[in-house]
């Protein structure tokens, strides 16, 4: 069975930084991505990375301040986020995908609906 397990979220003042991790279990995949969602809108792409490669794919609003990477051997993904401002505010959430080359053209792996597996969201609230 697949899990992915996020952690690390936390409350930060704004400027500061943070590291969620993901570790999955029960599969492999060939997409490893974060999304979040902050209340009362829908869930957005924040990074991917291809797990063999680990070409990375980041949205424009996170771009410079933000890096996903993955450790093969600890089956894990992490985000490294730093400027955190109070617009980051939002629940945060792994996810993992199967689709290979088909999920990583740059429409597509933004699609939280493309996606197989999710993990149960992790709180980031930054404060201003």
């Known amino acids: 069975q697949v899990q992915l397990v996020e952690s690390g979220g936390a409350l930060v003042q704004a400027g500061g930084s943070l590291r969620l991790s993901c570790v999955a279990s029960?599969?492999?995949?060939?997409?490893m991505a974060w999304f979040r969602q902050a209340p009362g809108k829908e869930r957005e792409f924040v990074a991917a990375?291809?797990?063999?490669?680990?070409?990375?794919q980041y949205a424009d609003s996170v771009k410079g301040r933000v890096t996903i990477s993955r450790d093969n051997a600890k089956n894990s993904v992490y985000l490294q986020m730093a400027s955190l401002k109070p617009e980051d505010t939002a629940v945060y959430y792994c996810?993992?995908?199967?689709?290979?080359?088909?999920?990583?053209?740059?429409?597509?792996?933004?699609?939280?609906?493309?996606?197989?597996?999710w993990g149960q969201g992790t709180q980031v609230t930054v404060s201003s």
């Open positions: 996810a993992a995908g199967t689709r290979g080359a088909a999920l990583w053209i740059p429409a597509r792996v933004r699609m939280p609906n493309l996606y197989n597996y």
């Open positions: 990375i291809k797990w063999i490669s680990g070409n990375t």
């Open positions: 029960g599969g492999t995949f060939s997409t």
